[in-house]
């Protein structure tokens, strides 16, 4: 049966990702491929209200597989949160004769994309596209392997001037909610401890891990603590902590910021942008709507998108507990 769809809207939204260029271009592609139109929508949400809309060809994504950031922009729109915002999203859709959407996003897109979808009925469909890799129903989300990288990198940088000082150096990566980035990239980096927001370890339990990680003859020591930990104390606070409860202790604080959101993707993260873009519109063409695209064991599957956005993403408690040994 001929398919309903002939002409598919994809834009970018929320924090952006390295991948997200990839992942348009994989779309775009796979629509040129199918034969059915393909359009741009910039700035997110707020481009969609405006009609900031661009035909997207085959052509129109050239060299942009290896680019960070998203071409088309991306955006928190806080009119999209009101009926009234939504409506005239919808009637520029209907406008522009857009029958579908690819959102490329975190859960704000895609809570934004199901409430547009209860609301008018419009099919769509999201391939998950954050650093944080918080979202349920992929084991990886577009960007997460390149701040990884990024992360780690620095990381590294900061070993060699902590260890030729013998310093202690707390380095604060990003996770507001999670601390999948914090955790592998402390256990990449060979981070004496690691701070995340799902577990907390207790100020008493750092100090005796520095204590221990000193008597043990070890020159420098670093603490990746992700953004939304819950000691209760910052970097910032955590460093002046430690300064007043443990002697001797020379320590630094580095916060390694939005330099994890940026970046050439890597390669993992461009095959599995190239991956979703197709199976995203794959997916519509062949009738299947208010899905994520997400994988699950090296296989693209469809996940319901409500529960993508509802579910909790949990923490690698035996990589916590790998971490652990290796700080010995
Ligand atoms: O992209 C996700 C994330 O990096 C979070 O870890 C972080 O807290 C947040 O975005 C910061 O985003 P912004 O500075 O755009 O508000």
């Known amino acids: 049966m001929e398919s309903q769809i002939k002409k598919i809207g994809v834009m970018t939204s929320g924090g952006d990702a390295p991948g997200m260029n990839a992942a348009i ?3 775009a592609r796979a629509c040129a491929y199918h034969n059915i139109e393909c359009v741009g929508i910039y700035r997110g949400y707020e481009g969609m209200i405006e ?6 060809n085959a052509r129109s994504v050239n060299h942009i597989i290896n680019k960070g950031g998203t071409f088309l922009k991306s ?3 806080q009119e999209f949160r009101t009926k009234e915002g939504r409506k005239q999203a919808h009637d520029q ?17 895609f809570t934004g994309g199901m409430i547009f979808n209860e609301e008018f009925n419009f099919p769509i469909i999201g391939i998950p596209g954050t650093i944080d890799n918080d979202i349920v129903g992929t084991n990886y989300t577009l960007g997460y392997d390149t701040a990884l990288n990024t992360a ?15 310093r202690l150096f707390f380095v604060e990566v990003m996770g507001r909610d999670v601390g999948h980035i914090a955790l592998n990239a402390g256990v990449g980096s060979g981070a004496e401890e690691i701070l995340v927001p799902e577990e907390d370890l207790g100020l008493d339990r750092l100090l005796e891990s520095l204590e221990k990680s000193r008597q043990t003859g070890k020159s420098s020591s670093i603490v990746v603590v ?9 970097v910032f606070e955590l460093r002046d902590y ?13 916060v390694l910021g939005h330099m994890q959101r940026g970046g050439s993707p890597s390669c993992f993260d461009r095959v599995l942008a190239s ?8 997916s519509l063409l062949a009738g299947k709507f208010n899905y994520m695209v997400g994988t699950v064991n090296n296989k693209l599957e469809l996940y319901p998108i409500d529960k993508a956005v509802k579910g909790h993403s949990k923490i690698d408690a035996e990589l916590l507990r790998v971490s652990d040994i290796m700080s010995i």
Not at 51 to 56: I, P, R, V
Not at 157 to 162: H, Y
Not at 242 to 254: A, C, I, K, P
């Open 275 to 282: 991956r979703m873009g197709v199976k995203a519109v794959e």
């Open 152 to 166: 780690v990198e620095a990381i590294d940088k900061i070993r060699d001037t902590a260890s030729s000082h013998r």
């Open 25 to 27: 271009r994989s779309v």
């Open 51 to 56: 009609g900031d809309f661009k035909s997207l």
């Open 242 to 254: 430690v300064e007043e409860n443990l002697e001797g202790y020379d320590v630094r604080v580095s």
């Open 75 to 77: 955006a928190r729109s």
């Open 93 to 109: 859709l209907l406008k522009e004769g857009i029958d579908a959407l690819v959102l490329i996003g975190g859960d704000g897109t």
């Open 226 to 234: 992700a953004e939304g930990d819950k000691t209760g104390k910052n």
